[in-house]
């Protein structure tokens, strides 16, 4: 693969508002073909970040470039490269699609012949003649994702688009996100508080917590990273409490019910579970089933380099 195209760069931003210091020292780049997440719990400033890059809030500290143009010295240029979702978009309810994003046209000078592509990239073509107060929520976000898409930006920036789809509705805005990038070339960046979203949709992460970013990882790296260090084990006994007891407690070991899980390091899991299983044996304490548990993905290395949880205590 050779040099990939920044299409967003953004580094030292540092933003305050009112008193507090929301960012602190925010770097990152997003690449021209990826989708990219932007991963936080809810108060980790992906809104605050994301606005500051379209220009609904005032960057005071900091350098912000979207395709090589600084917003502030070459404002025009580089929010031509831009399109956004940041909250709800307006939409006219009253209106159909088509004449929302004609509306649309008219205020950004667009030509109308633009609509018509922007539409079938998000498949809305066969309803895009209904009034929007008939559209799921789903179809709402899509047509914004179509009006965002009208004046052809290199940088697609999305704030937490998925909140409120339901599955279908998520898979298939996933489905489109991951068709520009992917065949279109366009630098897609989605912020979630979700994990197991962005563990679908995004080919690498950055991870925002409390205003700084943790770093910035593809996904092949955290799957890899997860799977070098740790392996799970699951046993299935007839007294799970006995079994660790057995085994001498401690952190890497939780019973739960019939089950025994063990945190081992993949380095000597083997031995440790033969040895584990003799054990076992010689207590008298029978065992059915002795299962790998699948490697630890996103969620856990955001819990690891964060020390907390998603926002909200939520696991999704
Ligand atoms: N206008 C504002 N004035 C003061 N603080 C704000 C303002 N907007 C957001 N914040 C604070 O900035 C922090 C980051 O918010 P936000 O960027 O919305 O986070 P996220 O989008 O990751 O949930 C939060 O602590 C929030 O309370
Ligand atoms: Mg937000």
């Known amino acids: 693969m050779g040099k990939r195209e ?17 960012l602190h020292n925010i770097n990152m780049e997003c690449y021209a073909g990826e989708v990219f997440g932007f991963l936080g719990p809810n108060g980790a400033g992906k809104t605050t970040t994301i606005k500051t890059v379209v220009g609904l809030l005032l960057l005071d500290e900091g350098e912000i470039k979207i395709c090589g143009y600084d917003i502030l010295k070459d404002h025009e240029k ?3 490269n831009v399109g956004g979702i940041v909250e709800n978009p307006e939409m006219y309810k009253y209106m159909t699609g088509r004449e929302n994003l004609k509306q649309y046209a008219r205020i950004r000078g667009l030509d109308f012949s633009e609509i018509d592509k922007a539409v079938e990239i998000v498949k809305l073509t066969n309803r895009i003649n209904d009034k929007i107060s008939k559209y799921s929520l ?12 009208m004046h052809k930006p290199k940088l697609l920036i999305l704030d937490e688009p998925t909140n409120g789809l339901d599955p279908q509705g998520i898979k298939e805005l996933r489905d489109i996100l991951k068709q520009l ?9 989605v912020s979630s508080h979700l994990m197991s979203e962005m563990e679908l949709m995004c080919d690498r992460v950055g991870i925002i917590s ?11 790296e955290i799957v ?9 084990y699951i046993i299935e006994t007839d007294d799970a409490e006995a079994a660790k007891a ?4 401690g952190d890497g070991l939780i019973a739960q019910g019939e089950m025994l899980y063990l945190n081992l390091n993949s380095a000597t899991a083997k031995e440790d579970i033969a040895q584990t299983i003799k054990l076992l044996t010689q207590k008298n304490i029978n065992i059915y089933s002795v299962h790998p548990k699948d490697s630890k993905k996103l969620e856990d290395v955001f819990i690891e380099l ?3 949880t998603e926002g909200g205590g939520q696991i999704a």
Request: charged fraction near 20%; charge should be positive.
């Open 6 to 22: 920044v299409v967003l760069s953004i580094s030292g931003l540092n933003t305050t508002l009112g008193k507090k210091q929301i």
């Open 78 to 80: 580089a929010m031509a």
């Open 138 to 149: 789903g179809m709402r976000q899509r047509l914004g994702v179509a009006q965002a898409l």
């Open 181 to 189: 990038a992917h065949e279109d070339g366009v630098c897609v960046v």
């Open 210 to 220: 409390e205003g700084s970013m943790i770093g910035t990882y593809t996904m092949e």
């Open 224 to 232: 890899s990273q997860s799977k070098g260090r740790f392996a799970e």
């Open 246 to 249: 057995v085994l001498g407690g």
């Open 306 to 308: 964060t020390g907390k």
